[in-house]
């Protein structure tokens, strides 16, 4: 697929009451007989006045002929012909088809072979059933855009249609800020004294060593944040405000303690990874008695999750990766199911694993890849310094912040009847009436907004089971509280090694993860450690708790694991609890078991000028990455609705859209 490009020397009158099309064939033939192919067509004849045609989208067929040159021509004259033009098939498509074909027993095309799961973005299809008449497509850049949301997605969105010269869209955000999920909370309005905690993403994979080979990969997933970064501090250089710098990140250190079961030292503090590490005693005990039957059973979900082999085509290709694992029939499975219904273990066995509620539905391919990066020592980690929100906080620096409403609750998605352009409706205020409400019209929307609130607004115009998708996407809540102390206590004895940085981990009720500062170690001052972060069935308990208590429970299950000074450095804390964001209503999409397999080919589709980006809509959740790598699929999907293949192509090229066919 391509673009062809019609260039006017002077005012093209002769077009008057003349039909204008451009053909594939022989570069020496005076008429466009039966070797010619069509490309494009003005479908009728010119009027006066009417602006010349100057793009078209070409479909090129596999049994194109290898040479030939583009004609243009009026009525049946030969206007202008292009020099000789060689086509060279795609080499991705060429691979791909091959595989097809071996795999047949015969040349007959049957369905089994074609990938009817929808999870790999076929650009050309979806082109090519919008625009079936080979219409030109003049005029497409000036398409006024609405992008609904600010969020990550939304806003790498407007960045991807300015770096092709679509200048034409609103962003509209119902908060008043930038970044969505995206929160870092600062407790001293000074950024470089590094007092604040990240209530929404903390970090990124970069690398992980493969221990079959013992070669160091990079994780690609989280190549399109680094780069997307060096855009943003290009265009805003010398503003050290905006600058987004990664600086390492400890997910796990020697000192960071393992507080289960009550179980302590004779010091009266946890043990801590370095002790446990250096006692293989003193791990079993703390681990407790394993039945064989457990043993196995965790065994069985290991060799389905972590094997290297698993890992290493997590590291080097996720979208191929969940593309096996919808193949395989695994996203027919929750944790639970696989292990109770398909490999047969009891159910007091299964819950053992599972977690009770948290495995019960849920589909474990989140399990499958975040154990690759979490489940190793070799991950190496980055974060921002000066806290995330820096990553949101530089688009100020780009267009998008003078074309952005900020306060816009929108409430219904439609389509005007007369020319089907995408009408978006919201209230001037929240106590006003529906019979109040206002709207503006544009030609595309791009919704980034999460499912958990899209589905109580009205969206007519989508399919059944994209509604469905829309209604149905299970979300996870998550709570964090963060707390600040006067000094960094847990730095200095009686914690031998000290803890810097990376999470502790506990089985306290609400607990769970405790992660300290990776940031500003050895430092004077306060510093603020998040003494909470919770999610699933927590995540959507806590949210009943008054803020004071479920504060005083968190620094009190804070001194049980590192002591009395605690109490005499609490200084103050905050809270998020995602469930509670009026603008976010939770943390992030959990989809249960079937839903990936569902629901993605929905995501691929336009409904009637709407199109649906956001981490919700990606192959991964919960990550910067996944609202980012949707955009691109999002921005493609647009390009390619308004035949912009040219530019379809420079985004998927340029930003790791490698799993995109354009």
């Not at 493969?210 to 970064?229: E, G, H, M």
């Not at 796990?252 to 010091?267: H, M, R």
């Not at 589709?605 to 919960?622: C, D, L, M, Q, Y």
Request: aromatic share 10%; glycine share 8%; hydrophobic share 35%.
């Amino acid at each position: 697929m391509a673009n062809v490009h019609l260039q006017w020397a002077d005012t093209p009158w002769t077009l008057e009451d003349q039909t204008l099309r451009v053909t594939y064939g022989p570069c020496d033939s005076l008429e466009a007989d039966g070797d010619h192919v069509l490309v494009a067509s003005s479908q009728g004849p010119m009027r006066r006045g009417e602006a010349p045609p100057t793009r078209a989208v070409w479909f090129v067929e596999e049994d194109s002929r290898e040479q030939g040159c583009l004609s243009a021509w009026i009525g049946d004259e030969l206007a202008a012909r292009s020099g000789l033009l060689t086509i060279v098939q795609n080499e991705q498509q060429v691979k791909r088809r091959a595989r097809d074909l071996a795999k047949r027993s015969d040349n007959e095309p049957k369905m089994s072979d074609f990938d009817t799961t929808g999870l790999w973005f076929e650009g050309v299809e979806h082109a090519r059933a919008k625009h079936r008449s080979s219409a030109f497509v003049s005029g497409a850049k000036d398409a006024r855009i609405a992008i609904v949301g600010a969020g990550m997605s939304g806003l790498m969105t407007s960045h991807l249609l300015e770096s092709v010269g679509m200048t034409n869209y609103t962003i509209i955000e119902a908060a008043q800020r930038f970044g969505g999920r995206v929160h870092t909370e600062y407790f001293d309005p000074d950024k470089n004294k590094h007092v604040y905690q990240e209530m929404g993403p903390m970090r990124f994979p970069k690398t992980m060593t493969d221990p079959s080979t013992n070669k160091t990969l990079a994780i690609r997933d989280s190549y399109i944040v680094f780069q997307l970064a060096e855009e943003l501090n290009a265009i805003n250089r010398g503003n050290d405000n905006r600058t987004v710098e990664f600086i390492d990140w400890t997910q796990s250190g020697p000192g960071n303690l393992q507080y289960n079961g009550g179980f302590k030292l004779p010091s009266g503090l946890p043990p801590n990874n370095a002790q446990l590490k250096a006692n293989t005693t003193l791990a079993s005990a703390l681990a407790g008695g394993e039945s064989p039957q457990l043993q196995q059973a965790e065994a069985d979900i290991g060799n389905l999750t972590a094997t290297d082999s698993l890992r290493a085509k997590v590291v080097t290709n996720i979208f191929q990766a969940h593309h096996d694992w919808i193949k395989a029939g695994l996203d027919d499975f929750s944790e639970f199911g696989y292990l109770h219904d398909r490999l047969g273990y009891d159910l007091d066995t299964t819950d053992k694993i599972t977690q009770g509620s948290l495995g019960a539905a849920t589909s474990f391919w989140d399990t499958y890849y975040e154990d690759t990066w979490f489940a190793s020592t070799t991950t190496s980690w980055k974060t921002i310094d000066r806290g995330l929100t820096q990553l949101p906080m530089a688009f100020w620096g780009t267009p998008a912040a003078n074309k952005t409403v900020m306060g816009r609750k929108i409430f219904r998605v439609d389509n005007d009847e007369a020319t089907g352009r995408v009408q978006l409706h919201w209230k001037p205020n929240n106590t006003a009436s529906t019979r109040d409400a206002l709207s503006e019209t544009f030609d595309y929307a791009v919704v980034s907004a999460p499912f958990s609130v899209v589905k109580y607004w009205r969206t007519p115009n989508v399919s059944e089971r994209m509604q469905r998708a829309i209604n149905n996407l299970k979300y996870s809540n998550s709570c964090k509280v963060a707390m600040q102390f006067k000094s960094r206590f847990w730095e200095k004895a009686p914690f031998d090694p000290p803890i810097q940085g990376g999470c502790s981990n506990t089985d306290l009720p609400g607990i769970r993860n405790v992660c300290y500062p990776s940031y500003g170690i050895g430092s004077d001052g306060p510093a603020v450690v998040l003494a909470e972060y919770v999610s699933g069935d927590d995540g959507d308990r806590l949210v009943s708790w008054p803020e004071e208590y479920h504060i005083q429970f968190v620094l009190d299950s804070m001194a049980e694991m590192h002591g009395e000074v605690v109490y005499d450095q609490y200084e103050t804390a905050r809270r998020r609890c995602w469930g509670l964001d009026e603008y976010q209503g939770a943390a992030w999409a959990s989809p249960i078991a079937g839903q990936h397999k569902l629901y993605i080919p929905e995501y691929y589709k336009t409904h009637n000028r709407t199109i649906f980006v956001g981490e919700h809509t990606s192959f991964t959740h919960a990550w910067i990455s996944s609202a980012l790598e949707s955009a691109v699929r999002g921005t493609t999907q647009l390009l390619l609705e308004l035949g912009l293949v040219d530019e379809a192509q420079h985004i998927t090229k340029k930003w790791m859209g490698r799993w995109m066919n354009v």
